[in-house]
T-cell receptor, first 118, second 113 residues
Framework: GAVVSQHPSWVICKSGTSVKIECRSLDFQATTMFWYRQFPKQSLMLMATSNEGSKATYEQGVEKDKFLINHASLTLSTLTVTSAHPEDSSFYIC??????????????FGNGTRLTVT | GDSVTQMEGPVTLSEEAFLTINCTYTATGYPSLFWYVQYPGEGLQLLLKATKADDKGSNKGFEATYRKETTSFHLEKGSVQVSDSAVYFCALSETGANSKLTFGKGITLSVRP
C-alpha cells in the first residue's frame, strides 16, 4: 500500500517551454504532498508543500511563479515548470504522507522525474 | 534551523563487510529520525526510523540508534550484500502540522562481490 506514482519519469524540453509533472497517490488520499528537487550529489531540497484545495506553501528562495503547484484533488498534485531554462534541469521528486499520520510517520515517494532543458 | 550532516562518500565495501554510515543532526525540538534508501532507478523508500531518544530502528539487517546526547543516528549493518548497493539518506522531521523532512546529502554505497 501507500503507492505514489509520478509521471513522466523523464522529460526533455526546449528552453522557454513549460513542463507539467504529475504526482498521484494510487491507493490513498493525500491531503498534503511535498515536492523536492535533487541536485547531483546533493541532498533533496524541499521546494513546496502542496495542500489539497488551497495554495501551496513555498520554501524560501523558490519562485512560486516559475514552479506552479496545483493540488486539485485528494490524489493528484501537479508541478509545472514554466518557461524552463537549462538551470531548471534537475530531478524532481514528489512525496505524500498517509492521512492522519503525524510528524513521526514516513513519507512515501514517487520515483522522480528527470527534467532536462536544452 | 534544522540540519542533517552525513559523512562524505562514496563508500565501497566488499560483500560481508561491516557498514557504518555516520549521521548527526541539529534540531530545535525533539525530532523523529529516519533513514531512507534509494536503489538504482527507484524512488526513495523508508529503511528505518526512531521517534525518541534511545530508540533503535531496524530493518533488513540495518540498525540505527537515536542518540540524543551525541545528536547522532548512525546506520550500521553487520554484513552487507551486493543488493545493499544504493544511496542512503539520513533525515529528520520536527514536530508540527506539516512535518517537513530535512535530508542529509546522501551517501552512495557500492558493495562488490
Amino acid at each position: 500500500g501507500a503507492v505514489v506514482s509520478q509521471h513522466p519519469s523523464w522529460v526533455i524540453c526546449k528552453s522557454g517551454t513549460s513542463v507539467k509533472i504529475e504526482c498521484r497517490s494510487l491507493d490513498f488520499q493525500a491531503t498534503t504532498m511535498f515536492w523536492y528537487r535533487q541536485f547531483p550529489k546533493q541532498s533533496l531540497m524541499l521546494m513546496a508543500t502542496s495542500n489539497e484545495g488551497s495554495k501551496a506553501t513555498y520554501e524560501q528562495g523558490v519562485e512560486k511563479d516559475k514552479f506552479l503547484i496545483n493540488h486539485a484533488s485528494l490524489t493528484l498534485s501537479t508541478l509545472t515548470v514554466t518557461s524552463a531554462h537549462p538551470e531548471d534541469s534537475s530531478f524532481y521528486i514528489c512525496s505524500a504522507k498517509l492521512p492522519g499520520q503525524g510528524y513521526n510517520s514516513p513519507l512515501h515517494f514517487g520515483n522522480g522525474t528527470r527534467l532536462t532543458v536544452t | 534551523g534544522d540540519s542533517v550532516t552525513q559523512m562524505e562518500g562514496p563508500v565501497t565495501l566488499s560483500e560481508e563487510a561491516f557498514l557504518t554510515i555516520n549521521c548527526t543532526y541539529t534540531a530545535t525540538g525533539y525530532p523523529s529520525l529516519f533513514w531512507y534508501v534509494q536503489y538504482p532507478g527507484e524512488g526513495l523508500q523508508l529503511l528505518l526510523k526512531a521517534t525518541k531518544a534511545d530508540d533503535k530502528g531496524s530493518n533488513k539487517g540495518f540498525e540505527a540508534t537515536y542518540r540524543k546526547e551525541t545528536t547522532s543516528f548512525h546506520l550500521e549493518k553487520g554484513s552487507v550484500q551486493v543488493s545493499d548497493s544504493a544511496v542512503y539518506f539520513c533525515a529528520l522531521s520536527e514536530t508540527g502540522a506539516n512535518s517537513k523532512l530535512t535530508f542529509g546529502k546522501g551517501i552512495t554505497l557500492s558493495v562488490r562481490p
